[in-house]
């Protein structure tokens, strides 16, 4: 969602269409409007004019942070989670490049039926006191992070399934440094825009729903976008315990819906342990 702020008044206004031309809070026409500003440029389009006019949901939720929160976990939180998209699909940005069959291979293919019905076990992510019940094996990955990053987090722990046919699994646990507080509207705020960021991505809708693991306040974000021509959907847990980010990330294709029950299944069997 991209707003535009109202000169007079101050309200950031939603975009629901191109034709927005009153403030809904004042309701006075809007010094920033796509059609004025069109009639003066008419060789660019709404895509032009939002880049210069308009603000993300990322950036409005960036504003409505408390300064600290907004200078530690939200910065991270985007990184982390940013680093470990980025990481995902990957794939598929090759893909763009290597041709069309290798984007059918990875995205078009549906998750076998058969995920459901194997042997699903508890496991116990690294040395954090996260565990979900997988079909499968979690392989350790290494996200580079920026030097910002370093000076706040203590110790991250980052686990990866990736399968051939485009179900992606990917289970991060930060421990920040003390005296940081993790923030669960940054984190989810930074999340999101990080991933509203990556090339190659469009169409992008997502929703939030609060939730607890056991006593912990957490947040279950459902994204969809197109990748290229495809469309996908991520499913996005992340949970806040005073210095620890927990996030659990699936992503499969939009019409896969094994790959959904996969993921309500994995992230529903969330627990962790000190409450």
Same mark, same amino acid.
């Given at each position: 969602?991209?707003?535009?702020?109202c000169?007079?008044? *101050?309200?950031?206004?939603?975009?629901?269409?191109?034709?927005i031309?009153?403030c809904?809070?004042?309701?006075?026409?809007l010094?920033?409007?796509?059609?004025?500003?069109?009639?003066?440029?008419p &060789?660019k %389009?709404f895509?032009?004019?939002?880049?210069?006019?308009?603000? =993300?949901?990322f950036d409005?939720?960036?504003?409505?942070?408390?300064?600290?929160?907004?200078?530690?976990t939200f910065?991270?939180?985007?990184?982390i #989670?940013?680093?470990?998209?980025v990481?995902?699909?990957?794939?598929?940005?090759v *893909?763009?490049?290597?041709?069309?069959?290798?984007l059918?291979?990875n995205f078009?293919?549906?998750t076998?039926? %058969?995920?459901?019905?194997?042997?699903w076990?508890?496991?116990?992510?690294?040395?954090?006191?996260?565990?979900l019940?997988?079909?499968?094996?979690?392989?350790?990955?290494e /996200?580079?992070?920026?030097?910002?990053a370093?000076?706040?987090?203590d110790?991250?722990?980052?686990? =990866?399934?990736?399968?051939?046919?485009?179900?992606?699994v990917?289970v991060?646990?930060?421990?920040?440094?003390?005296?940081i507080?993790?923030?669960? &509207?940054?984190?989810?705020?930074?999340?999101?825009?990080?991933?509203q960021?990556?090339? *190659? +991505? =469009?169409?992008?809708k997502?929703n939030? %729903?609060d +939730?607890?693991i056991?006593?912990?306040? *957490?947040?279950?974000?459902?994204?969809?976008f197109? #990748?290229?021509?495809?469309?996908m959907e991520?499913?996005?847990?992340?949970?806040?315990?005073?210095?620890i980010?927990?996030? /659990?990330?699936?992503?499969?294709?939009? &019409? &896969?819906? +094994?790959?959904?029950?996969?993921?309500?299944?994995?992230?529903?069997?969330a +627990?962790?342990?000190?409450?």
């Amino acid at each position: 969602m991209l707003y535009i702020k109202c000169t007079q008044c *101050g309200f950031n206004n939603p975009v629901k269409s191109e034709t927005i031309l009153f403030c809904e809070s004042c309701n006075k026409k809007l010094e920033h409007n796509f059609k004025d500003w069109h009639k003066m440029h008419p &060789d660019k %389009t709404f895509d032009d004019f939002s880049k210069q006019y308009c603000i =993300s949901e990322f950036d409005l939720n960036v504003q409505n942070l408390p300064a600290q929160n907004r200078k530690r976990t939200f910065r991270v939180a985007a990184i982390i #989670l940013g680093s470990a998209f980025v990481f995902l699909i990957i794939l598929g940005a090759v *893909g763009y490049y290597v041709g069309k069959r290798y984007l059918d291979e990875n995205f078009k293919t549906q998750t076998n039926q %058969t995920l459901l019905t194997e042997s699903w076990k508890e496991v116990q992510i690294g040395k954090s006191d996260l565990q979900l019940k997988l079909p499968f094996a979690l392989e350790k990955q290494e /996200i580079p992070l920026p030097e910002a990053a370093k000076n706040m987090i203590d110790t991250m722990e980052s686990y =990866s399934h990736l399968s051939d046919n485009g179900f992606k699994v990917m289970v991060s646990v930060a421990n920040y440094k003390e005296g940081i507080e993790t923030n669960l &509207d940054g984190a989810v705020a930074g999340s999101i825009g990080e991933m509203q960021k990556m090339q *190659g +991505t =469009s169409d992008f809708k997502w929703n939030r %729903t609060d +939730t607890l693991i056991g006593s912990l306040k *957490g947040a279950m974000s459902v994204v969809n976008f197109k #990748l290229l021509t495809y469309p996908m959907e991520v499913k996005l847990l992340t949970v806040c315990n005073k210095n620890i980010l927990y996030q /659990i990330f699936t992503q499969y294709s939009e &019409d &896969d819906e +094994t790959g959904k029950k996969a993921s309500e299944r994995i992230i529903s069997s969330a +627990t962790i342990k000190k409450n």
